[in-house]
């Protein structure tokens, strides 16, 4: 069953962030580890994350630079910058903070009485 967009919507700069950790990267190699990591369930749309680029570019938390890649278009790639890392930290702390909370919210207690 696929996830919802919504859901994870308000992640996208996180989810740039960690692909950034890992190297240096352009739009559609990201997009497609995105796709792959999630087993084809997820993809961002092209302007979510073009304009997401522009977003972290702005807040300082990326770079951009041409690629020279040998012949044909050259890519715009980005790069995770020092002030970049320390969002994603704070970012993957708040996250797992909400994935406990939500983990004890949609649980079902076993001892659950009917009204």
Not at 4 to 30: C, P, V, W
Not at 56 to 73: F, H, N, Q, R, V
Not at 75 to 90: L, P, S, V
């Amino acid at each position: 069953m696929p996830i919802s967009a919504d859901i994870l919507r308000g992640h996208t700069d996180t989810i740039i962030l960690t692909q950034l950790m890992e190297k240096d990267s352009y739009g559609y190699e990201i997009n497609k580890n995105v796709q792959k990591r999630t087993q084809g369930q997820y993809e961002f749309k092209e302007a979510t994350l073009y304009t997401a680029f522009k977003r972290l570019e702005k807040s300082g938390w990326i770079t951009a630079y041409w690629g020279e890649d040998g012949p044909g278009a050259r890519r715009r790639y980005y790069a995770i910058t020092e002030a970049g890392r320390d969002e994603w930290k704070r970012r993957s702390e708040e996250w797992q903070k909400t994935r406990e909370l939500l983990d004890a919210l949609l649980v079902m207690e076993e001892n659950h009485e009917s009204n």
